[in-house]
Nanobody
Framework: VQLVESGGGLVQPGGSLRLSCVCS????????MNWYRQAPGKERELVAT????????YIADPVKGRFTIFRDSAKTRFYLQMNNLKPEDAAVYYC???????????WGQGTQVTVSS
């Protein structure tokens, strides 16, 4: 099983990034996909969730209207589109696949997002 994030980096305030999470080794269509983030000194927090049917069921309040999550089942990957980034969005972003049916969940290794001028 692998979840491999990419797309992080340094961006100026107001800029955009798209994070990708490429999944392999499990039944992608059976899993809910999530993005989390963790800033230094803070707890890991859920940012966005999308069901296996493609329904977005959660977007954290601090990022509503700026971030969205979507998935591409054909490519077994999902994304976090981040627009109008703010310095407080800086964190390590993690993808997670979870399934109550299979009773498993998997995490990626994280990708750093830095927002600074």
């Amino acid at each position: 099983v692998q979840l491999v994030e990419s797309g992080g980096g340094l961006v100026q305030p107001g800029g955009s990034l798209r994070l990708s999470c490429v999944c392999s080794g499990f039944t992608f269509s059976g899993y809910i996909m999530n993005w989390y983030r963790q800033a230094p000194g803070k707890e890991r927090e859920l940012v966005a969730t999308i069901t296996n049917a493609g329904e977005i069921t959660y977007i954290a309040d601090p990022v509503k209207g700026r971030f969205t999550i979507f998935r591409d089942s054909a490519k077994t990957r999902f994304y976090l589109q981040m627009n109008n980034l703010k310095p407080e969005d800086a964190a390590v972003y993690y993808c997670r696949a979870s399934s109550s049916y299979f009773k498993t969940d998997y995490w990626g290794q994280g990708t750093q997002v830095t927002v600074s001028s």
